[in-house]
């Protein structure tokens, strides 16, 4: 599967809070939040659904992988979808695996670091719910 999303009773707003926090203790700071309700409704277009896209970042990482290889900086930074399931209407946190993305680049030496800030940002999640 190319993603991990979890499910928690948090409102969106509450998932958020939660998640920055568990973030900025593995020093990964949100760079931008694109709030897709809001940008579609400002366009003119129906959509209803609370659904919030995080881009992610840890320096020091970013650094060191762009380093290592400049196309991995097609997947930076990282996302992290927080939205509202609309059967359940319960919260759901999200992103696409790095280990997933970083088969795209068919570089055997970076698979190891995808699978490290995987394992560290799938740790934020599951601490915030």
């Not at 579609?40 to 840890?58: R, S």
């Not at 946190?93 to 055997?108: C, F, Q, R, S, Y």
Request: glycine share 4%.
């Amino acid at each position: 599967m190319f993603h991990y999303t979890v499910e928690t009773n948090q409102t969106l707003e509450e998932a958020v809070q939660s998640l920055e926090a568990s973030l900025k203790e593995e020093k990964f700071g949100v760079l931008w939040k694109f709030n897709i309700k809001e940008t579609l409704q400002n366009k003119g277009f129906e959509f209803d659904q609370p659904y919030l896209v995080l881009e992610v970042c840890n320096p020091k990482e970013a650094q060191r992988v762009l380093t290592e290889d400049q196309l991995v900086g097609y997947f930076l930074p990282c996302k992290i979808v927080v939205y509202e399931d609309r059967e359940t209407k319960n919260t759901k946190i999200g992103l696409p695996k790095p280990t997933a993305l970083i088969e795209m680049v068919n570089d055997e030496s970076l698979k190891e670091f995808a699978a490290d800030i995987e394992k560290r940002l799938i740790a934020c999640i599951d601490k915030s719910i």
